[in-house]
């Protein structure tokens, strides 16, 4: 060994992740991940007398307790001399940002309670659940009684656009109340160089030299892992080529670079030893996400938001089915925790990803006997205007239609707004504004002459409609010429058409109300074959005279509203790779975002329950105007994404607000 490392002044710590609902694991395979990796686990920290942490959530703990108590035995007696600390999950492994806080909070609780009620101890620090990072997650972990969280670095320092080491310095997250929560950081990269070298991909020299580099990047403690257990010596199965090295044991290895690295000087600590009172006197909380990064999550790129909300099996669909099971529990099963333990369990995160088709199928048997017994539809609700309501009489109406055939816009004017559509595109927004801001031209369409640049040298259109299809290689939209169907209701105007794309009828309402500073579309997908596509509308272009002092709210699993100035440039919805199709999505767990200045705002508001859509948003600083869009996704492309067989109806507000 000829690689050189002083570690004399570091200190740094070991965790390993645990879980048994891990999305590619067969629930009969627990016994084997038992043999495989959590006993190895404990005997290596009693064989080498480290301290060592484990971060597990309170349903892989009952698990592994019905299952195999003996483990949950040594797993006590490591802890009682020192060596082994428990770091908390919650009762299920749940992405914080996509989930309204009174279910984070009681996810959290539940977990604390298996912790006391199997282990006897309650954790005093939590590992961010996949590390999907946003104010709002410090909230619940704060008020559930946690004094510090992990979080992994790497992506907060291409949040916050700085170095490492500058992120490293920073001791306290911020919450969306005035409340703060003590930060130990993990690092992504040197994670998995470990798991790189336990799998035989790289030398215990090639580790201690990549380590040697790496370490400068560091102000104090080295992480050297705080990752998956279930990854040595067993492969969850997810890829084919996640296959073990033959005669290799993994365990063994890792053995070895420990003790490598303890005789270099590397002082393991237990998490909770390193987050001592005198390094963190003084230190001030820091907002650690950004309006471009709303909520970084691990790893590279492609590990984003997105990957729990718009892609999986069908992530819309039992994200939507769990915010009308959250609403009816909530009201009137409140005492019940055997419903909150079923609700935690379907909002874990594993069901959304690399989810085999048997556990798939259970999921969703399980979902409807939940509805049925709480009386919660489970399917998709078929939006429908009733017809009742669409007589044909403009008296009903106080305001204004002109709807000439030689023009190409149909315009309407009440007492509280404006609006305009194209009929040469599909109803699209040509303009829209309200009496609040003074009829100021909120959102519309912008012309190709607009941008010097050639990159916006094209006509951007509000209220449409974007699909596209990777295996046909198509892109669609409803920006068709047609002729609109015009009702009139009491204090109500519809303006309605439907666009044939090929593989779907797409229908299309517009709402417009006489009494209210509001406009409702609607979007009924009609004749749906099965497909796996990028599904986009919206698509606002913001035409505010003052965008460049704009910014966007919105719930991210917390309280209260998080707030993001859009002082950079960035675009959530640009593609990854050829494989993921955005860069991340803005967490909006209550069904509203809310975008304006200090003086003039406009509420989107949707309900998470009809469809848990997500928005996206494009910020570029442009001349005369900067190119400000907002984009609600139904549905986005990676690696974990399916066709789906049917997709939601849409329903949007859009409200003026001060």
């Known amino acids: 060994m000829n690689v050189k490392l002083n570690l004399n002044k570091n200190k740094g710590y070991l965790l390993f992740h645990i879980n048994t609902s891990f999305s590619s694991i067969e ?113 619940f972990y704060y008020d559930s009684g946690y004094e510090a969280i992990i979080m992994e670095r790497n992506n907060i320092a ?76 067993y492969r969850p199965g997810r890829f084919k080529d996640e296959s073990l090295t033959k005669g290799l044991d993994e ?12 005789k270099n000087g590397l002082i393991f600590k237990k998490p909770s030893e390193l987050i001592t ?111 009742s309501l669409l007589i044909d009489n403009k008296n009903l109406f106080s305001g204004k239609v002109i709807n000439d055939k030689d023009s190409n816009f149909v315009n309407i004017k009440t007492k509280f707004l404006k609006l305009e559509l194209n009929k040469k595109k599909g109803l699209a927004i040509n303009s829209l504004s309200f009496k609040k801001h003074k009829y100021n031209k909120f959102i519309g369409s912008i012309p190709a002459t607009n941008y010097e640049n050639i990159e916006y040298g094209a006509d951007f259109f509000s209220g449409g409609l974007l699909l596209e299809v990777p295996v046909d290689r198509r892109r669609y939209t409803d920006y068709f010429i047609c002729e609109p169907k015009i009702r009139y209701s009491k204090n109500t105007l519809f303006v309605s058409t439907k666009i044939n794309i090929g593989f779907a009828t797409i229908e299309k309402l517009i709402t417009i109300y006489d009494d209210k500073e509001k406009i409702k579309l609607n ?29 966007y709210e919105s719930f991210t699993g917390g309280k209260k509203f998080e707030k993001f100035s859009l002082k950079k440039d960035f675009d959530h919805s640009e593609a990854v790779s050829s494989l993921v199709s955005s860069k991340t999505c803005i967490p909006a767990n209550s069904g509203e975002i809310v975008i304006g200045d200090n003086k003039d705002k406009i509420k989107f508001k949707w309900s998470n329950e009809e469809a848990a859509i997500m928005p996206l948003i494009v910020n570029k600083k442009m001349e005369p105007l900067n190119f400000l869009r907002l984009i609600f996704s139904l549905s986005e492309i990676d690696d974990t994404s399916k066709p789906k067989d049917t997709v939601s109806n849409i329903s949007l507000s859009i409200i003026a607000v001060q």
């Open 27 to 139: 629930k009969d395979q627990i016994n084997k991940l038992l043999e495989k990796c959590y006993w190895p686990l404990l005997h290596m920290i009693k064989s080498l007398n480290i301290k060592t942490a484990i971060e597990i959530s309170g349903k892989s703990l009952l698990d592994i307790s019905l299952v195999d108590p003996k483990w949950v035995s040594e797993f006590k007696i490591l802890n009682k001399k020192g060596l082994l600390e428990l770091v908390g999950s919650g009762y299920c492994q749940i992405i914080g940002p996509l989930v309204p806080y009174e279910l984070n909070l009681k996810n959290q609780i539940l977990g604390i309670e298996q912790y006391k009620s199997i282990l006897g101890i309650i954790p005093k620090i939590a590992l961010v659940n996949e590390m999907s990072f946003s104010s709002g997650v410090v909230d």
């Open 158 to 233: 291409l949040a916050k656009n700085k170095d490492l080491r500058h992120v490293e310095e920073i001791k306290y997250a911020r919450g969306t109340n005035t409340n703060r929560i003590k930060l130990l950081w993990s690092d992504s990269i040197l994670f998995q160089r470990f798991q790189r070298y336990a799998h035989g991909e790289i030398s215990l020299d090639e580790y201690l030299e990549n380590l040697s580099l790496y370490k400068n990047k560091f102000n104090i403690n080295l992480p050297i892992y705080s990752n998956d257990a279930e990854v040595f010596n």
């Open 251 to 262: 365990w063994k290895r890792i053995q070895l670079l420990i003790k490598q690295l303890m």
């Open 277 to 387: 009172d005198s390094i963190y006197k003084g230190g001030s909380a820091k907002k650690l996400n950004s309006c471009s990064y709303p909520a970084p999550v691990k790893k590279q790129p492609k590990y984003n938001l997105s990957r729990w909300a718009l892609s999986g099996r069908d992530d819309v669909w039992i994200n939507t089915i769990c915010h009308r099971i959250l609403k009816k529990i909530s009201k009137d099963y409140k005492n019940r925790d055997d419903y909150w333990i079923q609700l935690c369990e379907l909002w874990s995160s594993d069901l959304r990803t690399h989810i085999t088709y048997k556990r798939w199928k259970a999921t969703k048997n399980k979902i409807i006997r939940l509805c049925k017994e709480i009386n919660v539809s489970s399917s998709y609700e078929q939006y429908k205007c009733s017809k």
């Open 523 to 551: 979007y009924r997908f009609l004749d749906w074959k099965k497909k796996n596509a990028l599904i986009r509308f919206g698509n606002f272009i913001f035409t505010h005279n003052n965008i460049k002092n704009f910014s």
